[in-house]
C-alpha cells in the first residue's frame, strides 16, 4: 500500500512538472515571437471588416484595433508591429502591396488569403440573390478554382514570405464554416445552399491547411473555434446579411475576432 501511494504521488508530481514545463514552453515561444517584429498579412478576416471601430487612416483596407493580429500585438508587445492586411485582397495584393515590413527580424507573421481569389464575395451574392441552382453551380465553379489554380497561388505567397523573413514563425489561419445547418435560421438561404457553402468552405480550408504545411508553417483551424458560432447557431460569431453595412455581411463580428482568431493565433505563435 505504502509503495503504491509513493508510485501515486510520484505519478502525480512528474504530470504537475510535466505540465508546468509545457506552459513554460509555450509562454516562452510567445515571449520569443514577440521578441522580433510582428507582421500582420491578409484580407478582410485580418484587417477586421466586420468588428467595427475602423481607423480612418486604412481606408478601403478596413483595418480596425478589433482584428485579432492588433489584439495580439496589444497582449504581447512585440518589438514592432506592421497591420498591412487589407480588405479584399488577393494573393496577388499579397505579393504586390504587403510584402513590404517583412525582414529578417520579424518573428511572426500572420496570414489568411485565399477567399478572395476563390471569389467569395461572387458566391455569396448569386446564392443570396439568385436561385438554388445557381448558388450550387457558383459554389462548384469556385470549388474547382480551389483544388486546381489556387494552391499555386498560395504557394507563390508562402514562398516570397520565407524568402523576406528567413527567421519568422509563420501562422496561416483558415475560414469559418458558415452555417450551422438544421439550426435557428426561419429565412434566408436554403439548407441545400448552406451546405454547399459549408462544403466550400471545408475545401478551401483543407487546401491552405496542406500548402502551408508543405512550407513548414502552422496552420490554425478557425472552422473549428467557430463551431457553435456559426450563422443559425444562435450566438453567431457571424454576420449574415448586413443590408445597412453590406460590406460587413459574411465576416467575423468583434466576438469573432477576439473569441474566434485570436485563441488560434495564439496556441500556433
Known amino acids: 500500500m505504502k ?4 508510485a501515486t504521488y510520484v505519478t502525480s508530481l512528474l504530470a504537475a512538472v510535466t505540465l508546468a514545463l ?60 506592421s497591420f498591412v492586411a487589407c480588405s479584399g485582397a488577393k494573393t496577388g495584393d499579397v505579393l504586390a502591396n504587403q510584402m513590404g515590413p517583412l525582414n529578417s527580424s520579424t518573428g511572426l507573421v500572420s496570414l489568411t488569403i485565399g477567399g ?10 448569386t446564392c443570396v440573390l439568385q436561385s438554388e441552382a445557381n448558388c450550387v453551380a457558383r459554389v462548384n465553379t469556385a470549388k474547382t478554382f480551389v483544388q ?41 438561404l436554403t439548407e441545400g445552399e448552406r451546405s454547399a457553402i459549408n462544403g466550400a468552405a471545408d475545401l478551401l480550408n483543407s487546401v491552405i491547411a496542406k500548402r502551408a504545411a508543405d512550407h513548414g508553417y502552422a496552420y490554425g483551424d478557425i472552422a473549428a473555434a467557430f463551431t457553435g458560432h456559426e450563422i443559425c447557431s444562435g450566438d453567431s460569431w457571424l454576420h449574415s446579411v448586413k443590408w445597412t453595412g453590406i460590406n460587413d ?18 496556441s500556433k505563435a
Open 148 to 188: 486546381n489554380s489556387l494552391p499555386a497561388k498560395l504557394d507563390s505567397v508562402y514562398s516570397q514570405v520565407r524568402a523576406k523573413a528567413p527567421s519568422a514563425k509563420v501562422v496561416v489561419l483558415g475560414y469559418p464554416r458558415f452555417y450551422k445547418l438544421n439550426g435557428s435560421c426561419i429565412a434566408g
Open 22 to 81: 509545457t506552459g513554460a514552453s509555450a509562454a516562452a515561444a510567445a515571449d520569443a515571437q514577440a521578441a522580433g517584429g510582428y507582421v500582420a498579412l491578409g484580407d478582410s478576416y485580418s484587417s477586421g471588416v466586420g468588428a467595427g471601430s475602423y481607423d480612418s487612416g486604412s481606408g478601403d483596407c478596413r483595418r480596425t484595433p478589433k482584428a485579432y493580429p492588433a489584439l495580439w500585438a496589444a497582449a504581447n508587445s512585440p518589438a514592432s508591429f
Open 249 to 266: 455581411s459574411y465576416h467575423p463580428t468583434a466576438a469573432g475576432q477576439s473569441g474566434g482568431y485570436l485563441p488560434v493565433l495564439s
Open 3 to 6: 509503495l503504491r501511494r509513493t
Open 116 to 125: 478572395n481569389d476563390a471569389g467569395f464575395a461572387d458566391v455569396m451574392t
